[in-house]
């Protein structure tokens, strides 16, 4: 979440983006149609001899604006390509069929699930089928240099790809002028009939960086980027030395819970004070206020796992001082592991994600104690904008069954991806719903996604159906571990003027943050969310067909409301800092569900449905707007970017997420709802 996008010189096609950084650029309009709760081909992409496959068109190829890419026409074909040919199994609609029916509260099949043998015997892949595909592409002079149980790893030229997917790839500049540097498909894509049955979806023929020959007249196809997926689990040495501590530094006024202090601002509406923002809730705070203090369901029995690029070699040991700074038992042996995969040392160099691990790994110890937490690790490669290297992490955990529960706060823009990425997303957590694994996805810290007024976007893969996408709320917690009020996380922030004496902009000041929402472009409405979501929503406003609509269910995210987290800096010293966003409202929320699934005796899965149900109940409340004229001011200090070691004081006013509004029952603030003190135990009834 700290990483910024490339700057505009350097990159046509959006970046990933962890969800605490900068603003998200404008999306494209949607590039493919969209079918009830699915990805659909594109039109024309098929004929009779044929049959078409999701669209490969990516958004960034029409985003609006002057970060466009240039068009430069057909791409030279002897450009190198590195593509996935992803294989459809057994029975591709059977499986969809299957994995709904595990996830449905009212169906017989609820929570009956298959192990990962069991899937592969009867849903995955078989050698005849990989053997098929292979001796297709190699018909057309394509080299299959690696092969697993989901796809074939392929090198081929842009001319082989357009002749064997029957498509038209174009090369895009990134600026005027400048030679074309990427590469995209603007037709559909369709295989032969007879292997319509076979092959499900293709990635990689959007191409950021596609091999450009020397000599054009001897071309060398691009070596392909993907390995098998493989399995390495380490604890690294040295994750137990005790790093060197920090000297404490002047602060500026906060509160240890929500409303304690006050302090004086110039005048605003008739107000000359503000609340102080917490200083950062302690775990006691936050175990009290979700109710897991003196609870029996603790998480015990039950794996959560992070997904993240990157990795710190002291995360063990920062959670183990962290908790017992705090007089709390860290983890115990073996309660903590890590997985990586087989090119994660090569490509991420020993690469931290700080202080994204830190906020999930210990806000997972926070809400389920005793659950058992794996970090995945996803190869640091940047290859479909990073996304195939968290796809592949991802792959792990279902393949292996790593973890009941999962959160990640890895997104892309909508507009980076196409039909064709969604459907191989789709095809793991499918699979993933069939052994009883839920995925939870931070909806974003950005509002509704906009840039300076330009259309507003969702990020991927929390906008995927078979995802939940976690929102944030501002969680006001009292003096005795109570909850005494939330809201829908967002606010306009005004900065002050150095003396304190007014205001550098005039309240209530630009958007500054909040929980991410909206409509997806790329995906049609989920039958969950049919009849619960406002048509207004789903339709945007009657002018189209009813989308997935984001997020799902919240909790805390408002940094004004954050808590606390530790970790030990790149230089060796360890120290404490306040966490927030939705990328720790996920982990919170996967972290209730372990400790549900306790409470229930069986793992949650793809936990939409059921949470759905359970709106409106003790389990996940509705968040209310905050009456007229009473949304709460807040006084929040943040890091000086021009003098290091000050802070720059805001005034930011709260329940006012971008274009986002909280209102009764379902809103694009805080989806259903926000989980609270009997959400947990509410699974025990039942």
Sequence with gaps: MPHQSLPPAESARPAPRRLRAGRLAATAAAVAL?????????????????????????????????????????????????????????????????????????????????????????????????????????????????????????????????????????????????????????????????????????LGLDDTNPAIPDDPAAPVPKAARTTPLGTAVSKRAGANAAPTAAAPAAAPPCSTWWGQSTSPIPPVDGRTTAIDQVCGYTPQQLRAAYGVTKSPYTGKGRTVAVVLDGALPTMEADADRFFAAHGLAGFAPGQYSENFGPNFAATCRGASDAPEEPLDVESLHIAAPDAKVVYVGADCDTGAGGSTAFLDAHTRIVDQHLADVVTDSFPTREDSDSPATVAAWDQMFQQGALEGIGFNYASGDEGDGSDDGGPGLVVFPASDQWATAVGGTTLEIDRNGKVAGELGWGARAAQLNPQGTGYLTPPPGQFFMGSGGGRSNLISQPWYQKSVVPAALATAGGTSLAHRELPDVSADGDRATGWLIGFTTPGGVYHEELGAGTSGSSPLITALEADAAQAAGHALGFANPLLYKLRNTPAIHDVLPAPAGRAPSVLMFLPSWQTPGAFDSYLCQFDQDSTLRTTPGYDAVTGIGAAGPEFVRSFARH
């Design 34 to 202: 969209v079918v009830t709760g699915a990805v659909a081909p594109a039109a024309g992409a098929a004929s009779a001899a044929r049959t078409a496959l999701a669209s490969a068109i990516p958004g960034w190829i029409t985003a609006p604006g002057p970060m466009k890419p240039v068009d430069t026409g057909a791409a030279p074909g002897t450009w190198g390509l590195s593509l996935r040919v992803y294989l459809a199994g057994q029975d591709p609609v059977g499986l969809g069929k299957a994995a709904q029916r595990a996830a449905d509260p009212a169906d017989p099949d609820y929570a009956h699930y298959l192990t990962p043998a069991q899937f592969a015997q009867r849903y995955g892949s078989t050698p005849a089928q990989t053997a098929k595909v292979s001796d297709w592409l190699g018909s057309f002079g394509m080299h299959v240099t690696s092969a697993n149980a989901h796809f074939l790893a392929v090198s081929a030229t842009v001319d082989q790809a357009q002749r064997a997917f029957a498509t038209t790839i174009h090369g895009y500049a990134r600026q005027a002028g400048q030679p074309a540097a990427l590469a995209a498909p603007v037709s559909g894509i369709s295989v032969p009939a007879a292997l319509g049955h076979e092959i499900s979806t293709v």
